[in-house]
């Protein structure tokens, strides 16, 4: 008789490998079914991790080439993208064998291999050696992550060598002369980045008019002009009507969203960035009775409950953000309610981040969105210009943007554009979790000199006034 497991997880990223360590720490005899070779999803394989190495080692290719002279340091550097591609690569592997090593050291059984669902109770594993297994268990957890989404109405022959995706776009061989990012959002500006600190001519295509579309619209906009300034260019507005293969490269043809004249742009390289998808493909969810919504999804309760008892689903193929941290958090979550505690998601308090130079952090509510939600609001703003340790670093581009009730001064959102934004924006997460106040933040003591000090600032601004400005 096959061994019965508590929980079996179908899909190893950030959702299911989080949600299966906890649920063994808490007790419970934890199987994770994995397709690809290594564990790790999405985000350790070809997301998160490659892009940060990439994001990590381009920047300092660009500060040596652009900013070191101003600091007296005098240096020629030369790219050898090979070693680069090395160091990713390194990166990668180092975490997700520490991903095999953490279930060794929490006695999960891991399983490479397709995972299906038979019926409540009951998953098999299809293995690459042509062999099957099937798993009982009292709950299974959906945790299968998204794939790239593609144009919507649009067919896109991705060869993966010049029509790519973000799989591909963090692997090229070479730096493309000219490179056309499809799509204005975070991994589009993010591997855009990478390819124009590397040397490459980047344009970046959006359909909305804006950057970034749910960010903050003052930060959107100061972020795409320090962008600009970086040599990528925009063309917002953009409806792109084909991404095709030319003689040499791609094209990708594009006519403005209020109508008028189309226009094509040549490249070497089209990087096709515009959203993920859930994934939910050969999974048996329909023979097993699970809803998806209408976008495609793992429909589920407040609990992670799908329709069907004892199966759960999380992260990227649920609703929400996509993002690694909330995959975490609601695997966390899982694991608890499974074990009889009471697990719970603040999704009024998990940020963003967008690992540019500089970052782009928020967490919380938009100006826009209080805006249209009618709740009176004061806004407190500090620039790094004023920040000494920003002086210091070469890094004064950017703000602090906090946003408080105009009658509590509870903090409803807090928006950072400026170097390492995306560590900072963790105090911020911290004082919305406890339910604090710009005052909170403005009394409590930030060492000198530091960055966090704007975020001080920035909340003096918002509940009473700035010190240093
Ligand atoms: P995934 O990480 O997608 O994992 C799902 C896993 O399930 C996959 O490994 C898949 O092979 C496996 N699977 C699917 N079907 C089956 C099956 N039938 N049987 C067995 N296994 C199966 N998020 C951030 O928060 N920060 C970032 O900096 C960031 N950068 C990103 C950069 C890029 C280029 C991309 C593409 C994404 C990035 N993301 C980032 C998003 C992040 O990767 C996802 O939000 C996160 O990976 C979602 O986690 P998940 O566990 O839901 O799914």
Same mark, same amino acid.
């Given at each position: 008789?096959?061994?019965?497991?508590?929980?079996?997880?179908?899909?190893?990223?950030?959702?299911?490998?989080?949600?299966?360590?906890?649920?063994?720490?808490?007790?419970?005899?934890?199987?994770?079914?994995?397709?690809?070779?290594?564990?790790?999803?999405?985000c350790l394989?070809v997301g998160c991790i490659p892009s940060k190495a990439l994001l990590y080692a381009s920047e300092s290719f660009a500060e040596a080439s652009h900013s070191f002279?101003?600091?007296?340091?005098?240096?020629?550097p030369?790219l050898n993208l090979?070693t680069m591609m090395g160091h990713k690569d390194k990166t990668v592997k180092s975490n997700?064998?520490?991903?095999?090593?953490?279930?060794?050291?929490?006695?999960?059984?891991?399983?490479?291999?397709?995972?299906?669902?038979?019926?409540?109770?009951?998953?098999?594993?299809?293995?690459?050696? #042509?062999?099957? &297994? +099937? @798993?009982?268990?009292?709950?299974?957890?959906? $945790? /299968? !992550?998204?794939?790239?989404?593609?144009?919507?109405?649009?067919?896109?022959?991705?060869?993966?060598?010049?029509?790519?995706?973000s799989?591909?776009a963090i692997a090229?061989?070479?730096v493309?002369?000219?490179?056309?990012?499809?799509?204005?959002?975070v991994i589009?500006l993010e591997l855009g980045s990478v390819w124009a600190r590397l040397?490459?001519?980047?344009?970046?295509?959006?359909?909305?008019?804006?950057?970034?579309?749910?960010?903050?619209?003052?930060?959107?906009?100061?972020?795409?002009?320090?962008?600009?300034?970086q040599?990528?260019?925009?063309?917002?507005?953009?409806?792109?009507?084909?991404?095709?293969?030319?003689?040499?490269?791609?094209?990708?043809?594009?006519?403005?969203?209020?109508? #008028?004249?189309? &226009? +094509? @742009?040549?490249?070497?390289?089209?990087?096709? $960035? /515009? !959203?993920?998808?859930?994934?939910?493909?050969?999974?048996?969810?329909?023979?097993?009775?699970?809803?998806?919504?209408?976008?495609?999804?793992?429909?589920?309760?407040?609990?992670?409950?799908?329709?069907?008892?004892?199966?759960?689903?999380?992260?990227?193929?649920?609703?929400?953000?996509?993002?690694a941290?909330?995959?975490?958090?609601?695997?966390?979550?899982?694991?608890?309610?499974?074990?009889?505690?009471?697990?719970?998601?603040?999704?009024?308090?998990?940020?963003?981040v967008v690992y540019t130079a500089p970052e782009v952090a928020?967490?919380?509510?938009?100006?826009?969105?209080?805006?249209?939600?009618?709740?009176?609001?004061?806004?407190?703003?500090?620039?790094?210009?004023?920040?000494?340790?920003?002086?210091?670093m070469?890094q004064?581009?950017?703000?602090?943007?906090?946003?408080?009730?105009?009658?509590?001064?509870?903090?409803?959102?807090?928006?950072?554009?400026g170097a390492d934004a995306g560590d900072?924006?963790?105090?911020?997460?911290?004082?919305?979790?406890?339910?604090?106040?710009?005052?909170?933040?403005?009394?409590?003591?930030?060492?000198?000199?530091?960055?966090?000090?704007?975020?001080?600032?920035?909340?003096?601004?918002?509940?009473?006034?700035?010190?240093?400005?």
């Open positions: 008789m096959a061994d019965t497991y508590d929980l079996v997880v179908i899909g190893s990223g950030p959702g299911g490998y989080v949600c299966a360590i906890k649920a063994a720490q808490l007790g419970l005899k934890v199987a994770v079914v994995e397709k690809r070779k290594t564990y790790g999803g999405t394989n002279a101003e600091m007296g340091i005098e240096v020629s030369k090979a997700v064998d520490g991903i095999a090593y953490l279930f060794k050291k929490n006695k999960i059984t891991g399983l490479i291999g397709a995972g299906s669902i038979r019926s409540a109770g009951e998953v098999v594993v299809a293995k690459d050696d #042509g062999s099957s &297994e +099937t @798993l009982q268990t009292k709950a299974i957890c959906i $945790a /299968t !992550g998204s794939e790239v989404a593609g144009i919507p109405g649009l067919k896109v022959e991705f060869d993966e060598t010049t029509i790519v995706s799989d591909h090229l061989p070479e493309p002369k000219r490179l056309v990012v499809v799509g204005g959002g589009g040397g490459a001519q980047v344009t970046v295509v959006e359909y909305l008019d804006k950057i970034l579309g749910p960010m903050d619209g003052e930060v959107s906009t100061a972020f795409q002009k320090l962008l600009a300034k040599g990528l260019s925009f063309k917002l507005g953009a409806k792109v009507t084909g991404v095709d293969k030319a003689e040499t490269g791609a094209k990708v043809t594009f006519e403005p969203v209020k109508g #008028g004249e189309a &226009e +094509t @742009l040549e490249a070497d390289v089209v990087l096709v $960035a /515009t !959203g993920r998808k859930p994934y939910t493909e050969g999974l048996g969810l329909e023979a097993a009775g699970v809803k998806l919504d209408n976008r495609g999804r793992v429909e589920i309760d407040g609990h992670f409950k799908t329709n069907v008892d004892g199966i759960y689903a999380i992260g990227d193929v649920v609703k929400g953000a996509m993002l941290h909330k995959a975490e958090d609601e695997g966390v979550a899982l694991a608890e309610i499974l074990a009889g505690q009471s697990g719970h998601v603040n999704y009024d308090a998990i940020p963003s928020s967490v919380g509510k938009t100006e826009e969105e209080l805006k249209t939600a009618g709740i009176d609001y004061k806004v407190g703003k500090f620039p790094f210009m004023a920040n000494g340790r920003a002086r210091a070469l004064t581009d950017g703000f602090v943007k906090v946003l408080a009730d105009a009658k509590t001064d509870r903090v409803l959102g807090v928006h950072i554009l900072m924006i963790a105090e911020a997460a911290l004082l919305m979790e406890f339910g604090g106040a710009s005052e909170d933040l403005a009394r409590t003591s930030h060492a000198h000199p530091t960055l966090s000090e704007a975020m001080r600032e920035a909340a003096f601004a918002a509940f009473a006034k700035p010190i240093h400005i």
